[in-house]
């Protein structure tokens, strides 16, 4: 299938006009979900779990390997939709590497292992815990890895024995609707559906008294939303939500061998990436330095259309998001906190591009900081004390990830351990893996996803006891 032919399949005649965040140019209508559409694919996955979970988790595990192979023969396709969608660059650790991370996912969690667990074997009782599936589980998905994310909550899903009815953000359906028409062309129909919409098909969504279980990424006010309304039926809830991560460089690292990872740690995805490094506290001692070897860093990575295989930066995926990083810097600026890279975008563009733009010197309460941009803009504060650097960053509704940068991994283990967020890095920020727990703490949400405890939340415990 060519580039084209995946386009033409997965969209409408009429329907949303989707964008190309670079150029502004129309890609295609993509079909206009609502709540009529929303019920027929409740209806259609609720008649189709009890066929799935019966075919037993070998079966499922090696449909879900299945699905990892077609998305690895369509995945240039695949991944030229999400850059024009989304905007990332083809290159870099960006579209293909998205696509890449959905296979690899894919793979890594039709391979979990996942046994019956004997909590009591005394010789008079006999305890053991299962997971049985819980039946139609609603996702509702952001558009940073519109992808990858979407993979996080179907294929632990499925595994389980569920079946899903996935509700893509307004801003990159295309993608989600190509990756699932790619999938699903190895799987049993109505295992896995997709309906198209904004907040509202969401909202009705998560209210639906059909749907056992949300998975949901994306802002904390939206959380929110979605707990209030999944209260009536009591429906069980993941959620993934915003961020402000924090990374705290000590005064024994090294400025210039941590410059690159502190670079894609905070402008991965050009920003908009849940757990990127958000606001960066420096020791007094190195500030200059590492402020110096950042900006050297980041002068080298181009910035641009996704398509051309020079850039690894692209733009920001929607307006709304840029005007929110635009304002933010302004604000800096005005604040007197100093612009030592960027923060100049070019008026009048088709594309929404907001340069790499580092604020150095800059107020611990200044909003830049203590808010989540989710776009190119790093805020940098000096300190002097380690312990006013935690207390900084534990001073924040929310705790996604941290990052701790040292000479010593031991000794900044001992300042991880102090920060207040579901994962802290050491020397790095942001990486993940499919076989490790990710969730956050505070205002970011709470169950976990990847690795085996992943999988445990995708079903419901029971107890067989004699
Ligand atoms: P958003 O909350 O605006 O939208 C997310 C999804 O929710 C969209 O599909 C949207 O249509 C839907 N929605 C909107 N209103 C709804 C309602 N009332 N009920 C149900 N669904 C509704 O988020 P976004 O702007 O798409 O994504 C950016 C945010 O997502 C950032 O805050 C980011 O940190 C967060 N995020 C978190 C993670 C994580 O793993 N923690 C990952 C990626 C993004």
Redesign the pocket.
């Known amino acids: 299938m060519s580039d084209a032919d995946l386009l033409s399949t997965i969209s409408a005649d009429s329907g949303t006009p989707v964008h190309d965040p670079a150029t502004g140019e129309l890609i295609a209508h993509a079909p206009a979900g609502d709540v009529a559409t929303l019920e027929e694919a409740i209806s259609a996955a609720r008649a189709a779990q009890p066929a799935w979970a019966a075919l037993g988790d070998d079966k499922r595990c090696e449909l879900l390997n299945a699905a990892a192979d077609a998305i690895e023969r369509h995945a240039e396709e695949l991944a030229v939709l999400l850059s024009r969608e989304q905007g990332k660059p083809l290159n870099g650790p960006n579209a293909r590497f998205e696509v890449g991370g959905c296979v690899g996912w894919l793979r890594t969690t039709a391979a979990l292992p996942l046994e019956p667990e004997v909590i009591v074997d005394d010789g008079e009782k006999h305890a053991v815990l299962e997971y049985r599936p819980i039946g139609v589980v609603g996702a ?6 519109p992808m990858m ?1 979407a993979v996080w909550q179907f294929a632990p899903a499925l595994r389980m024995g569920n079946t899903v009815v996935m ?5 990159t359906p295309l993608s989600v609707l190509a990756l699932a028409h790619v999938v699903n062309s190895v799987l049993p129909d109505d295992v896995f559906r997709i309906v198209t919409g ?2 509202e ?3 009705a ?2 209210a639906h008294p059909d749907i056992d279980k949300i998975m ?8 929110k ?2 707990m209030r ?1 999944a209260a009536d039926n009591l429906v069980r809830l993941t959620l ?4 402000n991560d924090a990374g705290i460089v000590l005064p024994d690292a090294d400025p210039a061998a941590i410059a690159e990872g502190l670079f894609w740690g905070a402008f991965i995805n050009t920003g908009q ?3 990127a490094l958000k606001r960066l506290y420096v020791h007094e001692d190195i500030y200059d330095a590492v402020v110096e070897n950042l900006v050297a860093v980041a002068r080298q990575m181009p910035m641009g259309v996704g398509l051309d295989e020079n850039n690894v930066l692209g733009p920001l995926q929607n307006r709304a998001q840029y005007d929110i990083v635009a304002g933010l810097v302004e604000a800096a600026r005005e604040s007197g906190a100093r612009i030592v890279l960027g923060g100049d975008p070019e008026a009048d563009q088709p594309g929404n591009f907001y340069p790499t733009t580092i604020v150095a010197d800059i107020d611990p309460d200044n909003e830049l900081v203590t808010t ?1 941009q ?1 776009g190119p803009a790093l805020p940098i504060v000096r300190y002097s004390d380690v312990d006013d650097a935690i207390r900084m960053a534990n001073d924040s509704p929310v705790g ?1 990830g941290g990052s701790v940068w040292s000479s010593d991994p031991e000794g900044a283990r001992d300042v991880a351990r102090r920060i207040q967020a579901g994962t802290v890095w050491i020397n790095n920020h942001g990486a993940i893996d499919p076989r490790v727990p ?1 969730g ?1 703490i505070k205002e ?2 709470y169950g976990i ?1 990847f690795g085996v405890q992943g999988l445990k939340g995708l079903g419901v415990p029971q107890v067989i006891m004699n």
């Open positions: 509702i998905g952001p558009w940073n890895w994310i509700k893509p953000s307004e801003n904004d907040g098909v969401g909202a969504l998560s949901f990424t994306g802002s904390t006010p939206t959380g939303a979605i309304s993934e939500l915003g961020g990436t849940c757990a989540e989710f996604l990710f956050g970011s949400g996803e």
